[in-house]
């Protein structure tokens, strides 16, 4: 018992002593850059479309860049992040999304030395300045907003059979939370910029899995007048595609282009019936990022809110887009897009909203 | 608000009754088959993940439904002899090898999908089939009644007949006795010959069966193709509808649609400025009510025997 402790001890000196005499990496050369993800790499969505960004930049500027998977598992989010920061080892960290924003945070404070770069979240910089940090977030009621101009519109159509000629249009969100109900606001204030007796139903499915559930809500809408859903619920939206097929109906997907994805997987009756899709172009703004810090531009201490002036967010102007929806819709959307990014049009957010507020909009959605 | 009400008072809304229903009609099949052999087991979210996964992937590669029914079937009844043999071998604590395979599942149809697809949230890259929808011949063209009970997925009316089947099963022949008196006394069961292990993994294995149904209508009916989690939760209603309809079949079959009515009713009011988490507590808090009375019944029972038991004289 003793020996073996005393085994033990002594392995554990070697393992100190041989880590303490590792050489630091020299190669000063190129800039390296890591990139911790939340889930994993392959889900073909948000993490990919991170990724996507960064190995593209990785090519284009010849920095190193190493991926960081902490497969959802929330307890190895400081100590990552820690280590990371401590190594020294790296330029820039790239960390993101609402999950990782308090370790992240965290590591920031700690390290004063290590750059970082936050996407789809926004640090509080009213609690610290974050001298070494900067955040971006795609700004989802701009995306939404363009997203209710269109429905708000094209549900007044004649001639087109998926439309039934009631001025109803719907929202299936996930869960209420504050990005959900950016999403929601943003879509309401396009809708009610376009015509104010546009109602907007909405509905949450309570989680971001219940497809089923999503189907059967995005139905009850279907046949309260809506002829336009817009799904807003992770792999639940999945429910409400499938519906406005059902219904023979529009749906309105989002952060990546729906109608493409499902047309690539041999599904075209599916893609006939997804008008558009809000998406995220996170790897674009990832990218930029990247850009900038190589060539020296980049900021810190800032937040940036990357609406569609900064191709942060937008309409995806796909084939099926095209094909459903009237030039003289296409006309307002793009005008609606330049007023925005001309700053003529200020889109209303959730964020910083208080409930009241959020619920003032809910009630506006259903007059 | 007017059109909500006639939307709920349509023959239509009876028809997403049981369509909403369905999938909990076969999980609480399967439970009150298991139950009745004295096991308790929550396994059925995994087995219907399992099931679901499976049939698309069997349908999906083979192009046949047949094969695509097989592999659900096998994947489910796979996690019930799992279980079987977690408890009933190993004498592991049933509950928490019921979690512990739901975790599993959980998480395992997502690695399988990913290994599979390549992708981690849905199967729509797999051309998977589908069960199809039957338009009853006679019954279509009757006004309200064709609308309510034709036009269903085949396995609405499988469903159905699972209930006739459990019935029959359960009172009718020799092995539903024998789980029966398994279930009731396992120790007088085993003196007069009956093999009590034996029996409860036949049981289990029903009860994957009927669960597997579940879940291939929730990939291959209700929609057509697999989701993460895509079960979420239906499994544990199941469990409360065989508990709230007393172990009885048609109870059983009775709550699973109160419950499903209690869904989609809560469904079609969410667009009213309800706010959205009272609608979805709906169908969780009718299970607890339900569980209340039916716990509050049983209680008179036993005071009842107990009362019995003191007027012959003997003691408790």
Not at chain 1, 79 to 89: H, I
Not at chain 2, 148 to 174: D, M
Request: aromatic share 10%; charged share 15%.
């Amino acid at each position: 018992m003793k020996k073996s402790a005393i085994i033990i001890s002594m392995f554990l000196v070697l393992i100190l002593l041989v880590t303490g005499c590792s050489p630091k990496p020299v190669d000063q050369e190129k800039k390296k850059i890591v990139v911790i993800i939340n889930t994993n790499l392959g889900d073909k969505a948000f993490s990919d479309l991170v990724w996507s960004g960064v190995t593209r930049a990785a090519e284009d500027f010849g920095v190193e860049v190493k991926a960081i998977e902490l497969g959802g598992d929330p307890t190895r989010q400081e100590p990552t992040l820690t280590e990371v920061s401590e190594s020294g080892e790296w330029d820039l960290v790239i960390s993101g999304t609402f999950n990782l924003l308090q370790a992240t945070a965290a590591a920031a404070r700690n390290y004063p030395d290590q750059k970082f770069v936050l996407y789809d979240v926004a640090l509080d910089f009213t609690q610290h300045n974050y001298p070494n940090a900067v955040s971006i977030l795609s700004k989802q009621n701009e995306g939404s907003y363009l997203a209710g101009v269109m429905a708000a519109k094209l549900t007044q159509v004649t001639g087109d059979d998926k439309i039934n000629g009631q001025k109803v249009i719907g929202f299936v969100g996930g869960g209420e939370n504050t990005a959900i109900n950016d999403f929601l606001i943003g879509y309401i204030a396009g809708a009610k910029s376009v015509d104010p007796e546009v109602k907007v139903l909405f509905s949450y499915v309570g989680n971001f899995t219940d497809s089923a559930k999503a189907k059967e809500l995005a139905l009850a809408q279907y046949d309260q007048g809506a002829d336009i859903v817009y799904a807003v619920a992770g792999s639940a939206s999945y429910g409400v595609y499938e519906a406005s097929v059902l219904a023979k109906r529009y749906s309105i997907g989002v952060d990546q282009d729906r109608a493409l994805q499902f047309e690539a997987e041999g599904n075209v009756t599916q893609a006939n019936h997804i008008v558009t899709s809000v998406v995220k172009h996170l790897d674009v703004l990832i990218y930029n990022k990247i850009k900038e810090f190589v060539e020296g531009t980049i900021q810190y201490g800032v937040h940036q809110g990357a609406g569609i002036a900064l191709n942060g967010m937008g309409l995806a102007k796909n084939k099926f887009y095209e094909q459903f929806v009237p030039a003289d819709i296409r006309a307002a959307v793009d005008a609606a897009e330049q007023k925005i990014i001309s700053g003529e049009v200020v889109v209303p957010t959730a964020i910083g909203l208080s409930t009241e507020a959020v619920n003032e909009w809910k009630r506006k959605a259903s007059e | 608000m007017d059109i909500i009400i006639s939307n709920i008072l349509s023959p239509q809304f009876i028809y997403t009754i049981l369509r909403v229903s369905t999938p909990l009609v076969f999980a609480a099949m399967a439970a009150l088959v298991v139950r009745k052999s004295g096991i308790m087991c929550i396994a059925f979210e995994a087995m219907m993940l399992f099931a679901a996964l499976g049939g698309v992937v069997g349908s999906a590669y083979t192009q046949n439904l047949f094969v695509g029914i097989v592999a659900g079937i096998l994947s489910s009844v796979l996690i019930a002899v799992i279980f079987a043999y977690f408890v009933l071998v190993l004498k592991s604590n049933p509950v928490l090898t019921g979690l512990a395979l739901n975790i599993l599942g959980s998480g395992g149809t997502v690695f399988a999908l990913f290994v599979l697809t390549g992708n981690k949230g849905t199967s729509s890259s797999l051309r998977s089939l589908r069960f199809p929808v039957v338009n009853i011949p006679i019954i279509e063209d009757i006004p309200v009644i064709g609308q309510i009970f034709s036009g269903h997925n085949s396995l609405t009316y499988v469903s159905l007949f699972t209930v006739l089947a459990v019935y029959i099963l359960i009172y009718k022949t020799t092995l539903g006795l024998r789980i029966r008196s398994v279930g009731e006394n396992p120790h007088a069961a085993e003196s007069v010959g009956i093999k009590v292990v034996r029996t409860k993994v036949i049981a289990l294995m029903i009860g994957g069966i009927i669960a597997s149904f579940g879940g291939m209508y929730m990939s291959m009916g209700y929609l057509p193709f697999f989701t993460r989690d895509m079960v979420s939760g239906r499994g544990f209603i199941g469990i409360a509808a065989q508990n709230l309809g007393g172990g009885v079949p048609i109870y059983t079959l009775i709550a699973a649609l109160f419950f499903g009515s209690a869904d989609a009713i809560s469904n079609v009011f969410q667009t009213l400025r309800i706010p959205a988490e009272f609608m979805q507590m709906l169908p969780y808090v009718v299970t607890i009510i339900g569980l209340m009375f039916v716990g509050s019944s049983n209680k008179d029972s036993k005071e009842k025997t107990k009362k019995i038991k003191e007027i012959k004289g003997e003691t408790t």
